[in-house]
């Protein structure tokens, strides 16, 4: 069974750089068709997708995020990366990384998700 961790600072100020990990074991990051998406939910709001990872190492972000987010990945430590810059109030959320099938719909598993505030 795959498992996914998501680990975080919990806090960080406004203006600096949010960097997570996400910890992914029982299967390969490098498994062709599969994907790796970062994926958030403010407080009281719905689930926004950040951005993915694919197998052969190309990335998609969403175009709203684009200029302050970058997902990359150590194949060695089967471990996925997000980084965010110029962080904002707004960018408080629940963080998951989630992996989907290039050929289904909907995500197969998820993390339990880190949580993240920003605040001065």
């Known amino acids: 069974q795959v498992q996914l961790q998501e680990s975080g600072p919990g806090l960080v100020k406004p203006s600096q750089t949010l960097s997570l990990t996400c910890t992914v074991s029982g299967g390969s990051i490098t498994t062709s068709y599969y994907t790796w998406s970062w994926i958030r939910q403010p407080p009281g709001k719905g689930l926004e997708w950040m951005g993915v990872?694919?197998?052969?190492?190309?990335?998609y972000y969403n175009t709203s995020l684009k200029s302050r987010t970058s997902i990359s990945r150590d194949n060695a430590k089967n471990t996925l990366y997000l980084q965010m810059n110029s962080l904002k109030p707004e960018d408080t959320a629940l963080y998951y990384c989630?992996?989907?099938?290039?050929?289904?719909?909907?995500?197969?598993?998820w993390g339990q998700g880190t949580q993240v505030t920003v605040s001065s």
């Open positions: 989630a992996r989907t099938h290039s050929e289904a719909n909907g995500y197969d598993y």
């Open positions: 990872i694919a197998w052969d190492d190309s990335t």
